[in-house]
């Protein structure tokens, strides 16, 4: 399995932008970059994923290096809401046929007001 | 929402006592996991099912065994519960969106071993 590497933690200021970087080096083609977030007490939810172009969605966006071995989650305007931890990882997707998905640590995300 | 639930939501149980716990999903979903958090180890896959009677192991399999005997249930269950597995449980299904499965998670079973 394609691993992933972020940061343990990163700090935003509240309405700030937020970049979390992943590392995704031995990504292979069929990996698709998914990115969770969990906020406490809660289970993970879905926010965004994507192939070889960058994607937005009205939650975040998704900057994928033109190597495919890093991709940036952005979220364009922090809230105290947005505290969370936020994974990444990879997924693949062979037809109709899908993969077990193992998360990592993540990035904790702490916003100051 | 993905139509998920879980039960019990909050279970307190002696060690050596077995435990099931329930994941009920009402979409019709094919693919479903059972994971565990911990502090200091995130997420972690215990079993997962790719249809009816089809399950395989995940990372931290050892003292669970699961059954999936009908689409919309995945049973987790700890045959005699230890201390280790006191943890929170989450149940997830998948769903393919936009040339990708993307995974909905239930809200957590808070198990307790004492």
């Known amino acids: 399995d394609a691993k992933t590497t972020q940061p343990n933690s990163m700090e935003s200021n509240e309405e700030e932008p937020v970049h979390l970087p992943c590392n995704h080096s031995?990504?292979?083609?069929?990996?698709?970059i998914h990115w969770y977030r969990q906020l406490p007490s809660q289970g993970p939810e879905y926010v965004i994923h994507?192939?070889?172009s960058n994607v937005n969605n009205r939650m975040a966006s998704l900057a994928i290096a033109e190597d495919r071995k890093s991709s940036t989650l952005i979220l364009h305007r922090a809230t105290l809401r947005d505290a969370a931890v936020y994974y990444c990882i990879l997924t693949k997707t062979l037809g109709t046929s899908y993969d077990k998905v193992i998360f990592g640590p993540g990035t904790s995300l702490s916003v100051i007001p | 929402d993905a139509g998920i639930t879980q039960s019990p939501r909050h279970k307190v149980t002696e060690t050596g006592t077995p435990v099931t716990l329930r994941c009920h999903q009402t979409?019709?979903?094919?693919?479903m996991y059972w994971y565990r958090q911990d502090p200091g180890h995130g997420l972690r896959l215990i079993h997962y099912?790719?249809?009816?009677?089809?399950?395989d192991k995940g990372e931290v399999s050892d003292g669970y065994s699961v059954s999936r005997s009908k689409t919309e249930d995945f049973l987790l269950t700890l045959e005699s519960a230890t201390s280790s597995q006191t943890s929170v449980y989450f149940c997830?299904?998948?769903?393919?969106?936009?040339?990708?499965?993307?995974?909905?998670f239930g809200p957590g079973t808070r198990l307790t071993v004492t």
């Open positions: 994507g192939l070889t």
């Open positions: 099912s790719y249809g009816v009677k089809d399950t």
């Open positions: 997830a299904i998948s769903e393919l969106r936009g040339g990708s499965y993307e995974q909905y």
């Open positions: 031995t990504i292979s083609g069929t990996d698709y």
């Open positions: 979409e019709n979903h094919r693919y």
